[in-house]
C-alpha cells in the first residue's frame, strides 16, 4: 500500500471520528441545554449560587443538602468571567471540558494500568520461573553436616549411659551411632541430607 493510500485511510479514519465526535457533542450540547432549564427557575438565562443550590439540593436523597463547600466550588468552575452568575454558555463550555477532561484522565489511567498489568505479568512469571530454578536447585541441593564432639552437663542431662543425635530435614532423617555417655561425646560422623 503506498503512502498516499495510508493517508487517505488515515485522514478517513479521522474524519469519520471527528464525525462521530462532533455528533456526540451536538447531542450533549441539547442535553445540557434542557437541564439548564432545570436549573435556571427563574429563566433569566443566568444562574446565581442559590439557584444551583436549590438545584443540587433537590438531587440529594432524603431531603439532606448538598456540601455547601462543594457547592461553591462547582459554581467557581462554572463561573468563567468570574461576574457572580452562569450564564448557559459558560455552563455547556465548562461542562464538557470537564467531561473532556475527565475523558482524558480515565484514558491516560487505562493506559497506566495495562502497563502496570503487563509488568505484573512479566514481574509473576519471573516468579515462577524463580520458583522453579529453587525447586530444581532445591532437589539437587545437598547439607553436609559433621558432627565431632558434643560436651553435656551432668547437671542437666542426670543419668545417661548411651545417647545418639538425631538429624532431620524434611522427611529426610539421619541418627547417629549409639555412644556411651561421658562429660563429652566424641563423634567421626558425617551426614549428606
Same mark, same amino acid.
Given at each position: 500500500?503506498?503512502?498516499?493510500?495510508?493517508?487517505?485511510? +488515515?485522514?478517513?479514519?479521522?474524519?469519520?471520528?471527528?464525525?462521530? *465526535?462532533?455528533?456526540?457533542?451536538?447531542? +450533549?450540547?441539547?442535553?445540557?441545554?434542557?437541564?439548564?432549564?432545570?436549573?435556571?427557575?427563574? %429563566?433569566?438565562?443566568?444562574?446565581?449560587?442559590?439557584? #444551583?443550590?436549590?438545584?443540587?439540593?433537590?438531587?440529594?436523597? @432524603?431531603? &439532606? &443538602?448538598?456540601?455547601?463547600?462543594?457547592?461553591?466550588?462547582? %459554581?467557581? #468552575?462554572?463561573?468563567?468571567?468570574?461576574?457572580? +452568575?452562569?450564564?448557559?454558555?459558560?455552563?455547556?463550555?465548562?461542562?464538557?471540558?470537564?467531561?473532556?477532561?475527565?475523558?482524558?484522565?480515565?484514558?491516560?489511567?487505562?493506559?497506566? /494500568?495495562?502497563?502496570? +498489568?503487563?509488568?505484573?505479568?512479566?514481574? *509473576? &512469571?519471573?516468579?515462577?520461573?524463580?520458583?522453579?530454578?529453587?525447586?530444581?536447585?532445591?532437589?539437587?541441593?545437598?547439607?553436609?553436616?559433621?558432627?565431632?564432639?558434643?560436651? %553435656? /552437663?551432668?547437671?542437666? #542431662?542426670?543419668?545417661?549411659?548411651?545417647?545418639?543425635?538425631?538429624?532431620?530435614?524434611?522427611?529426610?532423617?539421619?541418627?547417629?551411632?549409639?555412644?556411651?555417655?561421658? @562429660?563429652?561425646? /566424641?563423634?567421626?560422623?558425617? /551426614?549428606?541430607?
Amino acid at each position: 500500500m503506498n503512502s498516499h493510500n495510508r493517508s487517505y485511510q +488515515k485522514s478517513q479514519y479521522e474524519s469519520e471520528n471527528n464525525s462521530q *465526535y462532533n455528533d456526540y457533542l451536538q447531542a +450533549k450540547i441539547e442535553a445540557l441545554s434542557r437541564a439548564w432549564l432545570e436549573i435556571d427557575k427563574n %429563566f433569566d438565562s443566568e444562574v446565581d449560587q442559590q439557584e #444551583l443550590l436549590d438545584f443540587l439540593d433537590s438531587n440529594m436523597k @432524603s431531603n &439532606k &443538602k448538598f456540601d455547601r463547600g462543594v457547592a461553591k466550588e462547582i %459554581f467557581k #468552575l462554572m463561573d468563567l468571567d468570574m461576574n457572580g +452568575k452562569i450564564s448557559v454558555e459558560e455552563f455547556i463550555k465548562r461542562y464538557i471540558s470537564i467531561e473532556d477532561e475527565i475523558r482524558r484522565d480515565i484514558r491516560d489511567y487505562q493506559k497506566i /494500568f495495562l502497563v502496570e +498489568k503487563e509488568n505484573n505479568a512479566k514481574l *509473576y &512469571k519471573l516468579m515462577l520461573q524463580h520458583k522453579n530454578e529453587i525447586s530444581n536447585d532445591r532437589k539437587n541441593a545437598k547439607i553436609i553436616l559433621q558432627i565431632s564432639t558434643i560436651e %553435656f /552437663f551432668k547437671q542437666i #542431662l542426670g543419668k545417661l549411659e548411651n545417647i545418639s543425635i538425631k538429624l532431620r530435614l524434611d522427611n529426610q532423617v539421619a541418627e547417629t551411632s549409639v555412644v556411651a555417655f561421658e @562429660s563429652k561425646l /566424641f563423634y567421626k560422623e558425617s /551426614f549428606e541430607l
